[in-house]
Structures are given as C-alpha cells and as structure tokens.
C-alpha cells in the first residue's frame, strides 16, 4: 500500500524565517494536496498539485511536486504567527472516482514571535 | 461555501456504550469519509461511501460500523466504545470524478471523543 512520509516531524521558527517541509510518496502520485490545521479543528485545503514540476503559490505558502522524485515541498516565506498549526500532505491511492486520499503523519509548526 | 458539520465538538462516553457520530454536508457530495487522526499517526481512514446505502471499509474498520441511509448525512458507530478509541474523528466529503481536481475533501471541524 502507498505511504506518504512527511519530514520533519515538527518545527519551531522564529518570526520571519523561511521553512520547507516535504512530502514524499512510496509510489507514483496521481495528485498532491496540501491542508493545514489548527489544534483541536478540522482541515483547510491549501493547495493541490497533478502535474510533474508544477508550483503553486498563496500568499506565502508555495508548493511544489517533484513527479520524478514522487515528492512535494512546500515552502513558507517569512514565517508569521499565523502560519502555526498543523500541515498535512495527502495523496490518491489511485486514479479513481471514489476520491480516496492517503495522508502523511503531520508536520507540526510553531512560529516564535 | 461547502459546509461540511459533526453533531458534536467533544464528547465523553464509558467503556461498552454504543457512540454515534453524525456528519452531514450540504453540497450534495457522493463521498463521504471517517477519520481519526492520533498524533504521530496522521488520518487514518475508517470507513468511506462513494454513495447511498455503499460503504467499504478503510484501513482500520475494527470497532466500527458506517451507515449512510441518505446522501447527505454519514454515520459513525462504535457498537461498544473501549478506551482505544479515544482520538480526534474527522467527516469529510468530496465530489465524485475521475480527475484529482474532482477529489478534493471537505473537511468538517472534528469530534474529540474520550473514552472514558
């Protein structure tokens, strides 16, 4: 079965600081999306991704998917507050209509101010 | 804007109840989704409907059961809560189409279940 493994894990930065975080798959990915969640709340849908090579940008949120690599980054630019939370990765399984999507594990970010 | 709502925020049960959560979306979706989401685990899928009264089970359906009598409205059961079920539970839907831009999931804003 498909796996997606976000790495790290967690991250601290300070206020204004730029950070990456990845998402990589275990198998082909037929489409990328990016949510993020505040503590205790449901998900909001960020951004997602079909195509190899293809970015996206919103605000200061910019993602990426690497097709080759089976990969995603997504980049935040000068970290704020507001950025905190939790950001989730999730992936079709397959090509399908059921709209099936595997998740990665998290990754947790904190902004210092 | 797709709504996507859960009958309760938190909740707190005994061990061996029988617990219902209900979800319900306004946007005539085909799928619907049960998650729970334990840290360091991510969403882990437990059931899913692709349609009315259909369901198939996810990747960890034990202690649970799904029923989805109409569209709009899928349910959660744990037909005897244990104290391993305690965990964030997370409904989602999502048209159906055979593209990945059709298969975004909306996500309602989650039950926080202990069991006690």
């Known amino acids: 079965s498909q796996e997606l493994e976000q790495s790290p894990q967690s991250l601290i930065v300070q206020e204004g600081k730029n950070l990456t975080i990845n998402c990589t798959s275990s198998k082909t990915l037929y489409g990328l999306y990016w949510y993020k969640q505040k503590y205790g709340e449901g998900l909001i849908f960020l951004m997602m991704?079909?195509?190899?090579?293809e970015e996206k940008s919103h605000e200061k949120i910019t993602a990426k998917l690497d097709e080759k690599k089976q990969q995603s980054s997504l980049h935040i630019t000068a970290s704020q507050p507001s950025h905190a939370g939790i950001y989730l990765c999730?992936?079709?399984?397959?090509?399908?209509?059921?709209?099936?999507?595997?998740f990665g594990q998290g990754t947790t970010l904190q902004v210092k101010p | 804007d797709v709504k996507v709502t859960q009958s309760s925020r938190y909740l707190v049960k005994r061990t061996g109840e029988k617990v219902f959560l209900e979800c319900v979306q306004d946007?005539?979706?085909?799928?619907m989704f049960w998650y729970r989401q334990d840290p360091g685990l991510g969403l882990r899928l437990i059931y899913f409907?692709?349609?009315?009264?259909?369901?198939e089970k996810g990747d960890i359906p034990e202690g649970y059961s799904v029923s989805r009598e109409k569209k709009e409205r899928f349910s959660l059961i744990l037909e005897s809560a244990s104290t391993n079920q305690t965990s964030m539970y997370l409904c989602?839907?999502?048209?159906?189409?055979?593209?990945?831009?059709?298969?975004?999931?909306?996500f309602g804003p989650g039950t926080r279940l202990t069991v006690l």
């Open positions: 946007m005539d979706h085909e799928n």
């Open positions: 409907s692709y349609d009315v009264k259909m369901k």
């Open positions: 999730g992936a079709l399984g397959s090509p399908s209509n059921t709209g099936k999507l595997i």
């Open positions: 989602a839907s999502s048209p159906a189409g055979a593209t990945s831009s059709y298969n975004e999931q909306f």
């Open positions: 991704l079909q195509k190899g090579g």
